[in-house]
């Protein structure tokens, strides 16, 4: 119980002084001109109010990830609290605030330019390729989890039984799933056309407020029901039953894999320039990109929490679907109140992020390609081919449960390896103006290792292909060679830092 109860107070201690420590470092410029001001065009930069732009904000960068991703963590027990308040404060946080505020300095431009900037021009093409696919893959993944638990909520299937689509007779649940589906994508089309303030203004506060209420629900009701004595404090005991027959029950990595949003991910990055394109002065960048990621680390706290106090978390969280948890906590926690707020703030984030990630989609490759997107015929021209890859990566994941799997795994692992990538640049980008670069360095060497090491043992990477061509790669070695490969860029990098520091001419102000 103080684990959680701690965490919380931690998050919120976190938001007012590590914020006002990175706000310190990175030195905002109160009087300066923002793009929503300097290049305002009705659609995409539009200047918005501070509050509006957190809540929305926040609605594009949660997703499921600090809902589903807290249920998947909770099997590692209380580990999962320790990642989500040291990870939000000083990795996720800091992340989202510095790329937040560098897109903002540089006329709203997406990660890629931005790593393009201060990592060379190399990087700059590696990840406006990795970062387009990640964001199409994240459009694939939040059309079915979202449909998921509608399906769940509203046509469940019998005991034992699952959607099978492709059988050659479809059921009325089926086909209830499949409306679900083409109508989140027929709102993704609207929203990721229409300007900015049209939809994504006027509704996202709401959902942002849903998802917030249901979280206070589901925190009130643990107390009220005592179910909050049965939350075990910190430590680092890993709770999964498979975890001495299960490489991929190592708690590094793959704890800090499976936690991404609500501790630290790179697709934030891909987010926050929407905003950065909406604030109306640089004094609002810390209640923005930090505040919103500190709202998104108490949510996954919340649920990790439910988890553990809620389910027998070696046992029905290992055999149950995040979305039937869900469902079942918030209806058996607050009845149907519970069950609207489920409908509002879980299906709500993911088919927000979803939109806003086909929308980053669009602005990344009109971007590069210096493509005005005022005309709705310039929009439809870039939005129409990004849509139809979504469309074909769903049906994948549809044929069946192992194809959604292989596109979750592959986008958690390129999520969090984007992130160490924009920790880099933003560290970068701190030593050439000659500030203090730990602030941003040392999350990028632990995201390193982390994504270095699965990359090695995970398998559905590297370590697969090695154990099928050379026989059983060990997670010992998977672990030696990540944590090689790590210190190898740390030193890179401390040689090209040192040479900075020895030519202040060149800092950038």
Same mark, same amino acid.
């Not at 589903?68 to 099997?75: C, R, Y």
């Not at 490489?247 to 320039?273: D, W």
């Not at 949510?299 to 869900?326: E, L, Q, Y």
């Given at each position: 119980?103080?684990?959680?109860?701690? &965490?919380? !107070?931690?998050?919120?201690? &976190?938001?007012?002084?590590?914020?006002?420590?990175?706000?310190?470092?990175?030195?905002?410029?109160?009087?300066?001109?923002?793009?929503?001001?300097?290049?305002?065009?009705?659609?995409?930069?539009?200047?918005?109010?501070?509050?509006?732009?957190?809540?929305?904000?926040?609605?594009?960068?949660?997703?499921?990830?600090?809902? +589903?991703?807290?249920?998947?963590?909770?099997?590692?027990?209380?580990?999962?609290?320790?990642?989500?308040?040291?990870?939000?404060?000083?990795?996720?946080?800091?992340?989202?605030?510095?790329?937040?505020?560098?897109?903002?300095?540089?006329?709203?431009?997406?990660?890629?330019?931005?790593?393009?900037?201060?990592?060379?021009?190399?990087?700059?093409?590696?990840?406006?390729?990795?970062?387009?696919?990640?964001?199409?893959?994240?459009?694939?993944?939040?059309?079915?989890?979202?449909?998921?638990?509608?399906?769940?909520?509203?046509?469940?299937?019998? =005991?034992?039984?699952?959607?099978?689509? +492709?059988?050659?007779?479809?059921?009325?649940?089926?086909?209830?799933?499949?409306?679900?589906?083409?109508?989140?994508?027929?709102?993704?089309?609207?929203?990721?056309?229409?300007?900015?303030?049209?939809?994504?203004?006027?509704?996202?506060?709401? %959902?942002?407020?849903?998802?917030?209420?249901?979280?206070?629900?589901?925190?009130?009701?643990?107390?009220?029901?005592?179910?909050?004595?049965?939350?075990?404090?910190?430590?680092?005991?890993?709770?999964?039953?498979? *975890?001495?027959?299960?490489?991929?029950?190592?708690?590094?990595?793959?704890?800090?894999?499976?936690?991404?949003?609500?501790?630290?991910?790179?697709?934030? /990055?891909?987010?926050?320039?929407?905003?950065?394109?909406?604030?109306?002065?640089?004094?609002?960048?810390?209640?923005?990109?930090?505040?919103? @990621?500190?709202?998104?680390?108490?949510?996954?706290?919340?649920?990790?929490?439910?988890?553990?106090?809620?389910?027998?978390?070696?046992?029905?969280?290992?055999?149950?679907?995040?979305?039937?948890?869900?469902? *079942?906590?918030?209806?058996?926690?607050?009845?149907?109140?519970?069950?609207?707020?489920?409908?509002?703030?879980?299906?709500?984030?993911?088919?927000?992020?979803?939109?806003?990630? %086909?929308? $980053?989609?669009?602005?990344?490759?009109?971007?590069?390609?210096?493509?005005?997107?005022?005309?709705?015929?310039?929009?439809?021209?870039?939005?129409?081919?990004?849509?139809?890859?979504?469309?074909?990566?769903?049906?994948?994941?549809?044929? $069946?449960?192992?194809?959604?799997?292989?596109?979750?795994?592959?986008?958690?692992?390129?999520?969090?390896?984007?992130?160490?990538?924009?920790?880099?640049?933003?560290?970068?980008?701190?030593?050439?103006?000659?500030?203090?670069?730990?602030?941003?360095?040392?999350?990028?060497?632990? @995201?390193?290792?982390?994504?270095?090491?699965?990359?090695?043992? /995970?398998? =559905?990477?590297?370590?697969?292909?090695?154990?099928?061509?050379?026989?059983?790669?060990?997670?010992? /070695?998977?672990?030696?060679?990540?944590?090689?490969?790590?210190?190898?860029? %740390?030193?890179?990098?401390?040689?090209? !830092?040192?040479?900075?520091?020895?030519?202040?001419?060149?800092?950038?102000?």
């Amino acid at each position: 119980m103080y684990s959680f109860i701690f &965490g919380i !107070a931690a998050l919120i201690l &976190g938001y007012f002084l590590y914020g006002k420590i990175a706000e310190r470092i990175f030195v905002i410029r109160p009087e300066a001109e923002t793009p929503a001001v300097r290049r305002n065009d009705g659609v995409d930069f539009v200047p918005m109010s501070a509050w509006k732009a957190t809540l929305i904000q926040l609605l594009n960068i949660a997703g499921t990830g600090p809902v +589903f991703g807290a249920i998947a963590g909770a099997l590692f027990g209380p580990a999962a609290f320790v990642w989500i308040v040291f990870g939000c404060i000083f990795a996720g946080a800091v992340h989202d605030y510095i790329l937040g505020m560098l897109s903002m300095r540089n006329d709203g431009a997406n990660i890629a330019e931005i790593v393009g900037k201060y990592l060379g021009r190399k990087p700059l093409i590696v990840v406006r390729v990795f970062s387009l696919v990640l964001l199409v893959f994240v459009g694939a993944v939040f059309v079915t989890t979202p449909a998921q638990v509608l399906q769940t909520m509203f046509a469940p299937l019998p =005991e034992g039984e699952r959607i099978a689509l +492709f059988d050659g007779h479809m059921t009325n649940t089926e086909i209830f799933y499949l409306f679900c589906i083409a109508s989140i994508i027929s709102y993704y089309i609207l929203a990721t056309l229409l300007p900015i303030d049209k939809v994504i203004g006027r509704i996202y506060p709401v %959902f942002g407020a849903c998802l917030l209420t249901m979280a206070a629900g589901l925190t009130v009701m643990m107390f009220a029901t005592g179910e909050i004595t049965k939350i075990p404090e910190f430590s680092f005991v890993n709770l999964r039953p498979d *975890q001495g027959s299960n490489i991929a029950a190592h708690l590094f990595p793959f704890l800090f894999i499976t936690i991404a949003c609500g501790a630290v991910s790179g697709f934030h /990055a891909t987010q926050s320039p929407l905003m950065a394109r909406c604030l109306k002065t640089e004094k609002e960048g810390r209640m923005v990109f930090y505040g919103a @990621m500190i709202l998104e680390g108490i949510v996954a706290m919340i649920w990790a929490a439910v988890t553990m106090a809620h389910f027998d978390v070696a046992g029905k969280v290992a055999s149950v679907s995040a979305p039937v948890i869900v469902a *079942q906590s918030c209806t058996e926690y607050m009845g149907w109140l519970g069950g609207i707020l489920a409908v509002f703030g879980v299906v709500a984030c993911p088919v927000t992020s979803g939109d806003t990630a %086909f929308r $980053s989609a669009r602005l990344s490759i009109a971007d590069a390609m210096k493509f005005d997107q005022k005309p709705l015929r310039n929009r439809l021209a870039v939005a129409l081919p990004l849509f139809a890859v979504g469309v074909i990566l769903v049906l994948f994941s549809l044929v $069946s449960i192992a194809n959604f799997n292989i596109i979750w795994r592959y986008f958690a692992w390129a999520n969090q390896t984007l992130a160490a990538v924009g920790l880099w640049a933003a560290s970068a980008y701190l030593a050439k103006a000659g500030r203090n670069y730990w602030l941003t360095l040392l999350p990028a060497v632990w @995201m390193t290792a982390v994504t270095a090491t699965y990359f090695f043992t /995970a398998g =559905e990477c590297l370590g697969s292909f090695v154990e099928k061509t050379a026989g059983r790669f060990t997670y010992t /070695a998977g672990l030696a060679l990540g944590l090689l490969f790590t210190a190898v860029l %740390f030193a890179m990098f401390m040689h090209s !830092a040192g040479i900075r520091q020895k030519n202040p001419a060149e800092r950038e102000k």
